[in-house]
């Protein structure tokens, strides 16, 4: 079982910046690929970004790409999601997923075994 737990969301005007974070429990965190995906109201969840078990390997959504970096630290079992150059359509909750299962750069909701709860990303115009 691995839980998941977000922070670092939070109300920022366009052009500016957060990092999101997200805490791992369990020993093979090392071991799993992760991802960040959003939701807007009313609309389905996204995908954001991907990273592999080693880090060394990243993919990203169109639509944040070269504003968004994925990370991680696998002695701290964190994620981090560095966002800038932030726009009022990047509003949504922000959730961190786990891959335990296929090890690849997955792209799909239902790739992911593990969720957190979301943390709330608004940006003002």
């Known amino acids: 079982q691995v839980q998941l737990v977000e922070s670092g969301g939070g109300l920022v005007q366009a052009g500016g910046s957060l990092r999101l974070s997200c805490a791992a429990s369990?020993?093979?965190?090392?071991?799993?690929?992760m991802g960040w995906f959003r939701q807007a109201p009313g609309k389905e969840r996204e995908f954001v970004a991907a990273i592999s078990w080693s880090g060394d390997s990243t993919y990203y959504a169109d639509s944040v790409k070269g504003r968004f970096t994925i990370s991680r630290d696998n002695a701290k079992n964190t994620v981090y999601l560095q966002m800038n150059s932030l726009k009022p359509e990047d509003t949504a909750v922000y959730y961190c997923?786990?891959?335990?299962?296929?090890?690849?750069?997955?792209?799909?909701?239902?790739?992911?075994?593990?969720w957190g709860q979301g943390t709330q990303v608004t940006v003002s115009s």
């Open positions: 369990g020993r093979t965190f090392s071991s799993y690929a």
């Open positions: 997923a786990a891959d335990s299962i296929s090890g690849g750069l997955g792209v799909r909701v239902g790739e992911y075994d593990y």
